[in-house]
Structures are given as structure tokens and as C-alpha cells.
């Protein structure tokens, strides 16, 4: 999964990028710095009747606006090519080490928000279900809210858990955190010995071949790494949970 060459997505930014670079436009905003300290220092020798001063001085509050607003445009259009310029060397440098599959949990969520049926193998519901109190305030993160978001929008979820009483804990947490209709999300307890998987790893899109894409939770302290994998070894994990739901594993009952 390789990372696109970064690209400015607006045309007006490139416009003014080429203008604002030219060499003509740079010469003539030199002399326009130029001339207009000729003319302050020729008005400050002058001697004008009041209304003259006025007209004078407004002149040149409208001359060292533009200055400053042509100078502010010189630093906007330096500084987005710096920025573009680092963003490319971190891309390629992420491109040459074939990092492109390692995403994060906003990437996730932009996935979750589009996807219409998701697949969760888990064996806690911690990224569904998680909620920190702070100073006595809910937060939600990242995944939480985009689940939230889904199951509002009448996306369907499976998810696939240990045949354990801690699961059904862990199911029964869910159900009081999340509003869904009947048959949109169901749950599936697959005996221990059966269940293969030692982190979480949801597949987005899962009804949609073309689209559809595996992505594994690799947690550490304080910072979690997200594995997306290839579309071989996408289809291997549909697989198994097929095989779950062919009579392997028994679906919980959520009307309980």
C-alpha cells in the first residue's frame, strides 16, 4: 500500500503559487517597496494645506496595506512549499520503507465511516467501547464515535469473540453504550480453542469485494499501530469468520 506523491488540492493555491514565484512579480513588489519610501519621504518634505495631509496620508496607509498584504502572500506561498516539501521527503521516506500498510486510528474511521457492513474479530470491544472519564467528563475516542456514527446511519456490524464470561461482559457493555436495531449488529461466540486471533482485526466493506480491506490493532503503551493488510491475506480472515458463522460459533442472543 504505497502512499501518493502529496499533491496541492486547490488550484487557486497553485495559481498563486506560480504568480507570487515569478520573477517579474518579485521585481515589481521590490519596487514598489522602493517607490513608496520615495513618496513618504517626499511627502514628509512638503509643506500641504490640511485636506492635502489627508488625502496624503490615506494614500499612503493604502500603499503600506498592500505592501503588507503582498508580503503576507510571499510568506503563505514560502512556507505551504516548505510544508509540501517536508510532507513529500516523510511519504517517500514512508514509500521506501514499506511502511505505507502502518495507518492510524483517524484513517481508521474515515474507513468505518463508509463502511456498510464491518466484520470485528476482538477479543474485548475495547476501540468499540471505550470511554475515558476526565475531571468527570465522557470521552470518546476515535472508533467509538465513528461506531456510533455507523450504526446511526443503519451500517451492520458482526463481531467475533471467545466463548468466555468475560465476553459477554464485554457484549453486554456494548449494547448499553450503543443504540442499533434489531438484527443490525450481531455477535458471534467462538469457543476458545477456535478463536485465532490474539489482537483485533476489523475487515471494512466486507459485502464489497473490491473494497473491502483487513486492518489489525497492534497496540503498545500510549500508541497504537493499525497493520492493513493485502487483499490475499483480506479474503483469508472473511474466511475464517465464515467458517464461524457456518455453525462453529453460536450467535449471542442480544435480546436477553
Known amino acids: ?52 495631509m489627508v488625502l496624503a496620508a490615506l494614500g499612503s496607509f493604502a500603499l503600506v496595506f498592500i505592501v503588507i498584504f503582498i508580503s503576507a502572500l510571499f510568506f503563505r506561498v514560502g512556507k505551504q512549499a516548505e510544508i509540501d516539501s517536508k510532507i513529500k521527503d516523510l511519504k517517500d521516506f514512508i514509500n521506501a520503507q514499506q511502511l505505507g500498510w502502518v495507518v492510524n486510528d483517524h484513517y481508521l474511521r474515515t474507513m468505518e465511516f463508509g463502511s456498510r457492513n464491518t466484520w470485528v474479530f476482538t477479543k474485548t470491544l475495547e476501540n468499540d467501547v471505550k470511554v475515558e472519564n476526565v475531571n468527570g467528563e465522557r470521552r470518546y475516542g476515535e472508533l467509538y464515535k465513528a461506531v456510533e456514527h ?78 492493513a493488510m493485502d487483499s490475499d491475506h483480506t479474503q483469508t480472515v472473511v474466511s475464517i469468520g465464515e467458517m464461524y458463522m457456518s455453525g462453529r460459533a453460536r450467535e449471542y442472543d442480544v435480546s436477553r
Open 150 to 227: 455507523n450504526l446511526a446511519q443503519g451500517n451492520h456490524y458482526v463481531y467475533f469473540l471467545p466463548d468466555t464470561k468475560e465476553s459477554r461482559g464485554h457484549i453486554k457493555t456494548y449494547i448499553d453504550e450503543h443504540g442499533f436495531h434489531s438484527g443490525q449488529v450481531r455477535f458471534f461466540l467462538v469457543p476458545d480453542d477456535l478463536f485465532l486471533f490474539y489482537t483485533e482485526v476489523v475487515i471494512y466493506n466486507v459485502s464489497n469485494v473490491s473494497e473491502r480491506i483487513a486492518v489489525e490493532w497492534l497496540p503498545r503503551n500510549n500508541l497504537d499501530y493499525y497493520i
Open 1 to 52: 500500500m504505497a502512499l501518493d506523491t502529496v499533491k496541492d488540492s486547490s488550484g487557486t493555491g497553485q495559481w498563486m503559487r506560480r504568480f507570487f514565484s515569478h520573477p517579474l512579480v518579485i521585481g515589481l513588489y521590490y519596487l514598489g517597496v522602493l517607490l513608496l519610501a520615495q513618496i513618504l519621504n517626499w511627502v514628509k518634505e512638503q509643506h500641504f494645506d490640511p485636506n492635502t
